[in-house]
């Protein structure tokens, strides 16, 4: 069966710092893959999407980026937080017509 | 991509009463109509889809039902319980590649 893992689970980084969140995907090739962001009490803001190795489709243009190295390794990063980028980041892939998210990634920057 | 319009953003009920939560769509092509809940703190999951040669499908206290003609997709849970409570997604057919979500709608299930 498939299996979607994400980490670190949650992390305090400082202003400036940079970032790497980390996915990967077992059980399947060659899957959709995605990072959603959740503010506290809002909605799913998709970030990037991939349809294949070193193919990344970016949504919301920020300091954020986004990369593929492996066919099931999804790496999210920044050079250098903002506040703003405080929030629950979700890794997710598609089987079908359905998403299925990782565990999520909480994220506080102070 | 398709956009989906979702409303209400907030819902309150009462345990035992009803609850409806409602999807318009603009993409006259879409075939399949999901709806995602997610606990506080935890990932969004799937809990029921529909696809568009059905007008309805219930999974015990959870039901979806399609309007093609209108364009919308709506969720109904009878009977709430408090473990009812969570956000409830829900999204359009996947496009080449992207899939996005409406805004959410908060229920809470009050006892």
């Known amino acids: 069966s498939q299996t979607i893992h994400q980490w670190p689970a949650t992390l305090v980084q400082p202003v400036g710092s940079p970032l790497s969140l980390e996915c990967t995907v077992e059980g399947t090739s060659n899957p959709n893959l995605y990072w959603y962001r959740q503010a506290a009490g809002r909605g799913l803001q998709l970030l990037f999407y991939s349809v294949g190795i070193g193919q990344i489709s970016s949504e919301v243009p920020q300091n954020l980026s986004a990369s593929r190295p492996q066919d099931r390794q999804f790496i999210l990063s920044s050079k250098k937080l903002l506040l703003s980028d405080s929030g629950f980041y979700l890794c997710?892939?598609?089987?079908?017509?359905?998403?299925?998210f990782g565990e999520g990634s909480w994220l506080t920057v102070v | 991509g398709e956009n989906v319009e979702q409303h209400p953003s907030t819902l309150s009920v009462q345990e035992g009463d009803s609850a409806v939560i409602k999807c318009t769509y603009s993409d006259s092509a879409s075939n399949y109509f999901p709806w995602y809940k997610q606990e506080l703190g935890k990932r969004p999951q799937l809990i029921i889809d529909?696809?568009?040669?059905?007008g309805e499908k219930k999974d015990q206290r959870i039901a979806v039902t399609l309007n093609k003609t209108a364009k919308h997709f709506s969720l109904h849970i009878t009977e709430t319980q408090p473990e009812d409570s969570a956000v409830y997604f829900c999204a359009p057919p996947p496009g080449a590649g992207k899939s996005t979500f409406g805004d959410g709608t908060t229920l809470t299930v009050k006892p």
């Open positions: 997710a892939w598609r089987l079908g017509n359905t998403i299925y």
């Open positions: 529909i696809r568009s040669n059905v």
